[in-house]
């Protein structure tokens, strides 16, 4: 007998949302696994094609529903560079603002489902808490705790509120605490370090043979990041560090996102103090009135092909929380994009999962998927 | 260091340790939390109590208001049914197609007043709509309670809206910053047969139809009235709605730049 199929999902407590890992076993003994993903498939790109520009920031927070800002920011680059749109220095800065906090929002979140993976509920409800933080800076500013619909071509959809700068030092400062304790619980402690050194080693050669990105691949040793590689919106102007370890390990992934959140705080000292002494506009001065608010009925012919609106092509790539996401959005001069594309990191991160599996055991499974960080959201889109 | 982490430390140098570090800062969130604990109980608190309501916690370890609910919360809308002008500009912006445009009492009968009725069965609280009235009349509030036993309760008829108006709740703030239009309505006047369909239906009676010289007309002559009407659109009081361009039969009016 001894060896056999089993499935992981689509609802395991492992999988953090709608996907199937199959795995093949021998005892206890991974020999083979095969993720399938499409439980959650909502066909955004379709979908965005039928809307007007600004409309698909609407989907873009519902692609990762922990890291919706960052999609936003991405699409929104794509969607500019198509549409020939400068925007203000100041919306520059929010937008990067907005990165970071979404970056430590989504660690945060990251740490308490990684560490309820590996049995550890105490943890669980201090990082749940205070990302709870966060989002009430979210919400704050952007209007709602998930779902910001915050970034428009051409800027961002309001300034910052009264006091927020000082209330989000103060998060700041709460937060810098609390990761000293998160350390102390995890890498303090024995049992962590004991289920998790030496697990789930995917190295660097690997990543870059299956594309896989982000904290992974930094946490094998390669210093890539988006931000300091190819930078965008002002991330070249600001002062960090690309957080890398060593081991390709869950723990090497484990220090890498806490070292990440340490510098995203210390990035977000930075801009908040940037914002502070540079008041002005947060939205772009001339814009089409088709990419203001309003959407009127267009006419017998079309808005934008009686304005003959220039066409073009964009791309970004953003170093989102969880790796390297891309978009690619064609302007075929109408108010609807023709077509857009995205590329999920965490799509490639896990398809890469026979990499990092085969060779442990099957309690071994959650904690590495715990360490890959998914968003099944992003990944089928 | 530039970035790079390590862990130093390696388990089993010294096993009372490893296990009572955890144990300590474990113990230390747990003795803050009889003092002063993070959750609010919620149907017995609630977030608008003034004893949370804009206050800075600091003191209790939480840096922020922790059920504060900021006044540019997206929540429920509320509509001014005296201000709105019924221009459709919120339904064409809706991308869930969650608002209808229904005919209220105290409009004028031949051409009622149509203010928006929002189904929240549908609504994603993206405020498009808000961001696009061009009167400020239809904006979104801090209430966030929407159970309802039927599904019929989820429609939110205009009245209901202008009811959130009237309670005063604290209202979205938020004003996109629109930039200055350079588009405005322009006509095609061959096409024109002067219907007078644009300015009977503009919400902001920015249009009127003035009488236009025929071209190759003699000084003096005398016209037929009705064929040589042209409309003329203010763009000052203009808010872009578009309905003249949906209702015109000849589709002669159009977007553009107004030379």
Known sequence: ?381 | MGGAVEAKEKPNENPILWVARPMATAAKQFAKSLVRPSTIVYPFERLEDPKFRGKVAVESGRPIGVGEVWDNYRGVHALNIATCISCNLCAFSCPDLCIDMVTVPGGDPKHPKKCPQIDYGKCSYCGFCSDACPEGCLTMTTRYELSVTKRADMVYSPERLHEVFRSKLPMNPIRLARPENEDAILLDPPLCIGCNACARDCPTQCITMLDVPKPDAKPGEKLPKRIWKEPVVNDSDCVRCGTCISVCPKECLFWGTRK
């Open chain 1, 1 to 381: 007998m001894s060896e056999m199929w089993i499935n992981m999902g689509p609802q395991h407590p492992m999988t953090h949302g709608l996907w199937n890992l199959r795995v093949k076993i021998e005892g206890e003994l991974i020999l083979d696994v095969d993720p399938e993903m499409g439980y959650l498939h909502r066909g955004i790109e379709k979908i965005s094609e039928d809307r007007h520009y600004n409309e698909v920031i609407t989907l873009m927070d519902r692609t990762c529903y922990v890291a919706g800002l960052a999609w936003e920011h991405l699409y929104i680059l794509a969607a500019e560079d198509a549409l020939h749109i400068t925007p203000p220095e100041r919306a520059e800065y929010l937008r990067t603002m907005c990165d970071e906090f979404q970056r430590v929002g989504s660690h945060i979140m990251w740490y308490a489902a990684f560490v309820q993976d590996l049995g550890l509920m105490s943890p669980f409800l201090y990082g749940m808490r205070d990302r709870d933080l966060v989002l009430d800076l979210f919400q704050s500013y952007t209007g709602a705790r998930m779902t910001y619909e915050y970034m428009r071509v051409g800027g961002v959809r309001s300034d910052l509120p009264l006091g927020f700068t000082d209330r989000a030092r103060r998060v700041l400062d709460w937060l810098t605490a609390r990761f000293v304790e998160y350390d102390q619980l995890c890498l303090g402690s024995a049992i962590f370090r004991k289920r998790c050194d030496g697990l789930g080693v995917l190295k660097a050669t690997d990543c870059v043979e299956h594309g896989v990105t982000g904290p992974m691949l930094r946490s094998a040793g390669m210093k890539r990041d988006l931000r300091r590689d190819r930078p965008y919106a002002v991330y070249d102007q600001l002062d960090f560090d690309v957080a890398v370890a060593d081991g390709a390990d869950v723990t090497a992934r484990y220090l890498v996102r806490m070292e990440e959140l340490r510098q995203s705080v210390r990035m977000l000292r930075q801009i908040l103090d940037w914002l502070d002494r540079h008041p002005g506009p947060a939205m772009a001065e001339e814009l089409p009135r088709w990419l203001g608010a309003p959407y009127a009925p267009v006419g017998k012919e079309g808005y934008l092909l009686k304005r003959n609106y220039p066409k073009g092509v964009g791309f970004s790539s953003v170093e989102e929380p969880h790796g390297e996401a891309q978009a690619y959005v064609v302007n075929e001069g109408t108010e609807h994009p023709y077509r857009v594309k995205f590329r999920s990191p965490v799509f490639a991160n896990i398809s890469a999962a026979r990499q990092y599996l085969v060779g442990y055991h099957v309690a071994d499974i959650p904690p590495i998927m715990g360490s890959v960080d998914v968003c099944v959201g992003e990944v089928d889109r």
